[in-house]
């Protein structure tokens, strides 16, 4: 296929009048230093990408920036011989989308250091619904094992689970055998979370609730928290002894008030996620599990709304205001 000229993108930054939104069309080549031009299919629309979208949000590095921190779709030029024109290739993490132009985009100009290629068992459509925050939630299980959790060990505790990094992560330890507890402060979402895999549901006001004792009762054989704050702290007084929280969010606020109680007396460990630098090897590894053992059952069939780029603004303040449910995606050629 010949390059096209120009790009349709949604672009973030200031303006003379003040900070901006808008949709624009982008100079081919002014998308960026990169050795593959890829066609992008879809996007997702994640947490980060809401704080890049504003000024006060400090994410975006560029002026202007074409936000969009995952993206999949195909290859229409390469200097890769890794990368063949017409493969299908996913991007996500690195800069992509905050000191690069990302995937609110037509076309996206990367780094091949940057790119998977994208598993058997995936498709573009299927790969966002995954996306980054699936990826996270993939990352915390993964985690969560290599620290000794087992199916059989007791009920895993998810928090934000409306969100995109809870709801996979629900669908992803149902999957494996886990008695999964989703934490939301959204009742109306109760049946969705158990369609889904969770197998009980509790209110966000008691995992966020603080509390002056250092330790309460062992209830969490794990827990992936996407939440932080005091929900974070609730989950190191409440975690079995010897257990772990995959943490990754920071929602519910980036201080944690806590002591050394439960770390010393019951041998909890806190594991730390980060999506956006793990090493492309071990990358493309988390892919090819997401793509077979961590596909959520749901994953091919359930309906997910797709919108174009005219409608990615009140999206993105949307899930700043927590309001959105699962994964929306962006389809720019619409």
């Known amino acids: 296929m010949n390059t096209p000229n120009t790009s349709r993108a949604f ?24 050795d593959v031009l890829v066609q992008v299919e879809y ?53 992509i989308g905050v000191a690069h132009h990302g ?29 980054t925050a699936g990826y996270t939630a993939a990352l915390s299980i993964d985690a969560l094992e290599k620290a000794g959790l087992k199916p059989g060990s007791g009920p895993v505790l998810v928090t934000g689970a409306t969100g995109g990094v809870g709801s996979v992560a629900v669908g992803m330890l149902a ?11 959204k009742p109306e979402n ?12 509790i209110d966000r006001a008691e995992t966020s609730a603080e509390s002056p004792k250092p330790l309460e009762r062992e209830r969490w054989a794990g827990a992936v928290d996407c939440v932080g704050g005091a929900t974070l702290a609730y989950i ?43 090493p492309i090897e071990p990358r493309k590894a988390m892919w090819q599990r997401i793509a077979t053992d961590l596909k959520p059952t749901w994953l091919e069939t359930q309906s997910v709304e797709i919108i174009g780029l005219g409608d990615l603004s009140e999206q993105l303040d949307k899930i700043l205001a927590g309001k959105m449910r699962g994964r929306v ?5 619409l």
């Open 11 to 34: 672009t973030v930054g200031k303006t003379e009048s003040g900070w901006a939104r808008k949709v624009v069309d982008m100079p081919i080549d002014q998308l960026g230093e990169g």
């Open 190 to 201: 109760a049946e969705w979370l158990k369609k889904i895999g969770a197998s009980e549901i």
């Open 103 to 131: 995937g609110f985009s037509q076309y996206a100009r990367l780094q091949s250091s940057w790119l998977v290629p994208m598993p058997a068992g995936l498709d573009s459509r299927t790969a966002m619904m995954i996306g």
């Open 329 to 333: 995606l962006v389809n720019p050629h």
């Open 43 to 95: 996007s997702g629309i994640n947490f980060k990408d809401g704080l890049a979208s504003t000024e006060s949000g400090r994410i975006a590095r560029i002026d202007p920036l074409i936000g969009g921190v995952d993206l999949a779709g195909k290859v229409i030029e390469s200097s890769n011989s890794n990368f063949k024109v017409g493969s299908s290739v996913i991007g996500h993490g690195y800069d």
């Open 175 to 185: 999957l494996r055998g886990y008695e999964v507890v989703a934490s939301t402060g």
């Open 236 to 278: 190191f007084r409440t975690l079995k002894y010897g257990c772990s929280v995959a943490a990754s969010g920071l929602t519910g606020g980036t201080g944690i008030s806590t002591t050394v109680m439960p770390f010393i007396l019951r041998g909890v460990n806190l594991l730390g996620i980060d999506s956006v630098q793990t």
